[in-house]
């Protein structure tokens, strides 16, 4: 999945948002292998890459198939860390970018994992771990959020 912020529409802080939104992903997850163990079910793993830069943003495809995205070095860049989360062995990386413009008030908790240089890319960047947030800092829990975003959706409009 392929999600972004802040584009067609100006979005405040969404380098956090996008940080949240990761970790209320991964808390689903585990609620969800909690169930699937009962049931014997394989469980699941995801893993998230977070970057923050300029992209080309729109309508992009052709007449027959169209989708509004996104593209560029920048989106490459979040793919190479969502994979290099197996070789960590951790749930979300986040690029330099992403963690230099999380402010301090945000919650968002992050640690230094390495520096690496990926694929397509000349210059090391710098990669953080996503934590979780700190006490005391709004952090959504996803079922409320996803209950929330499902009633406004469903609900009867007058």
Same mark, same amino acid.
């Given at each position: ?11 405040l802080n969404?380098?956090? !948002?996008?940080?949240? /939104?990761? &970790?209320?992903?991964?808390? =689903?997850?585990?609620?969800?292998? %909690? ?7 394989p &469980?699941l ?12 943003? $729109? ?7 169209m989708k ?6 920048d989106?490459n860049?979040?793919?190479r860390?969502e994979?290099?989360? !197996?070789l960590?062995?951790? $749930?979300?990386?986040?690029?330099? =970018? ?13 640690r230094? &994992?390495?520096c690496?240089?990926?694929k397509?890319k000349s210059?090391? %960047? ?13 952090c ?5 959020a996803?209950s929330?975003?499902? /009633? =406004?959706v469903?609900?009867? !409009?007058?």
């Open positions: 999945i392929l999600a972004f912020w802040n584009t067609p529409l100006q979005v969404h380098q956090v !948002k996008a940080c949240k /939104a990761a &970790l209320a992903q991964q808390r =689903a997850v585990q609620l969800l292998n %909690t169930e699937f163990e009962q049931l014997s079910f &469980l793993k995801i893993r998230i890459g977070v970057n923050t830069g300029s992209v080309l943003t $729109g309508n992009i495809g052709s007449i027959t198939k509004f995205g996104c593209i560029g070095d989106v860049l979040a793919s860390l994979s290099l989360c !197996k960590y062995g951790v $749930g979300i990386l986040c690029s330099e =970018a992403t963690h230099l413009s999380l402010l301090p008030s945000s919650g968002v908790l992050c230094r &994992l390495d690496v240089r990926v397509g210059q090391p %960047t710098t990669i953080f771990e996503v934590l979780g947030c700190e006490a005391g800092t709004e959504p829990d996803f079922a409320t996803f929330t975003g499902e /009633a =406004a469903f609900s009867p !409009k007058s």
